[in-house]
């Protein structure tokens, strides 16, 4: 398989979706617990087909209706694909097509140009270069003038992430990228009006091989920070696994620049963190899976940039573990991770302390490596997309 995968956001839907995940939203071995009902249903008519593949998937109102929409990209055929939801967790049957010159592998949406309606950030594995899309607020999108935005240079070009966050407190949105290849992330910052200049210092260097990061003010100074992984997947794999062994903790200056501190992990190879509130302490705390393991490591954060891993941790899911999101998905007030598996989405329900069990596997489709949580029917609990790679299909799983 080839692995590839928000921000403070200035756009109501996206709001809502972030407030699903932090509200609704120690090595031990889990047992599996009895569950009394399905935690996600799926909805009618899905899985929906994707013919293009379904690589990667985010959610959004990309037509100004209100109803949250799906946008994938789709690796064969070079396009990104927009399904429009109906607002009760179906969405339209044939996809609205748009054609880009590389082929996609990360995708994040936020309005660059203060119009009022979302607009496509695109990146390719093999590019220092972000295309920009600008949307229409009818569900089209055409190349941005500045598109595309090259983050850096350099000779290996390996992009593993991507995010759209106001770093330098401007209300115009920034672009993120990691560099795995080069271990490193890069800033660009926004003028509000589609154009992107990079940040002076960037880029700025991580552990080995990071995949896609974790965005959120860590440290209580209202400035965002950045959480960065370290696969060590790379071509040097053997001298960077003793490298591997902690996360990079980027401490924004809220003004596009970043101090690097570790975060020493019991278990090496991070490879997806979230921020989440994980003990309902209202201090910001962290959770990792780790590179073709089955663990999930747990940081307890104290408000201040400081961590310590939760006594039990790693917990283990049971399976391997990709892409990862954190919500309540048993409403009872005590937020659980969901992961992605390859084959469906594996469940560790929360004790609301920082203590985890591992839950239910649920269905989705093979090639399941990426998700998104949104409330997509409109009924104030937090659903579940997946982009099913090996079948062509993105599964919509509704909220009991």
């Not at 699903?20 to 071995?29: D, E, P, R, V, Y």
């Not at 607002?87 to 082929?103: K, L």
């Not at 954060?301 to 006594?311: N, S």
Request: hydrophobic share 40%; charged share 15%; net charge negative.
């Amino acid at each position: 398989m080839q692995h590839s995968s928000n921000s403070r956001s200035i756009l109501p839907l996206a709001v809502i979706v972030l407030c699903l995940l932090f509200i609704s939203c120690q090595s031990g071995s889990a047992s599996n617990p009895e569950v009394q009902q399905p935690l996600f249903t799926p909805a009618p008519g899905a899985p929906v087909s994707i013919p293009g593949g379904a690589g990667n998937v985010v959610i959004g109102d990309v037509n100004n209706d209100q109803k949250p929409d799906l946008v994938v990209t789709c690796g064969k055929n070079r396009s990104i694909a927009v399904l429009l939801g109906k607002g009760d967790g179906q969405f339209g049957a044939v996809p609205i097509s748009t054609n880009i010159p590389e082929i996609p592998t990360e995708v994040a949406l936020g309005d660059v140009n203060l119009d009022g309606k979302l607009d496509l950030a695109v990146a390719t594995h093999n590019s220092y270069g972000v295309m920009l899309l600008l949307g229409d607020g009818h569900s089209g999108f055409t190349t941005a003038p500045s598109s595309p935005i090259v983050m850096r240079t350099g000779d290996h070009p390996h992009t593993h992430g991507l995010a759209f966050a106001d770093l330098n407190h401007d209300n115009k949105l920034d672009l993120i990228t990691v560099n795995s290849t080069d271990s490193d992330v890069s800033i660009a910052l926004g003028d509000g009006r589609g154009g992107f200049t990079r940040a002076p210092a960037s880029p700025f260097a991580v552990g080995p091989s990071p995949y896609p990061f974790a965005v959120g003010d860590v440290n209580g100074d209202n400035h965002l920070d950045i959480v960065a992984t370290a696969t060590a997947t790379g071509p040097l794999r053997t001298q960077q696994l003793p490298l591997s062994r902690a996360l990079t903790l980027l401490l924004g200056d809220g003004k596009g620049g970043f101090r690097s501190t570790q975060l020493p992990l019991r278990t090496g190879e991070p490879w997806f963190a979230v921020i989440s509130d994980l003990n309902a302490d209202g201090k910001p705390d962290i959770v990792v899976t780790h590179h073709d393991m089955t663990k999930l490591t747990v940081l307890l954060g104290d408000g201040r940039g400081e961590f310590v891993e939760a006594t039990a941790s790693p917990f283990d899911f049971g399976g391997k573990a990709f892409h990862t999101a954190v919500a309540d998905v048993n409403r009872d007030n005590k937020m659980d991770v969901i992961a992605a598996g390859g084959d469906g989405v594996r469940v560790m329900l929360g004790d609301g302390r920082g203590g985890f069990t591992a839950g239910a596997t649920i269905r989705s489709g093979p090639g399941s490596w990426r998700l998104a949580l949104a409330d997509v029917n409109r009924d104030g609990k937090a659903d579940l997309v997946t982009s099913n790679l090996e079948n062509d299909t993105v599964s919509v799983l509704l909220a009991r």
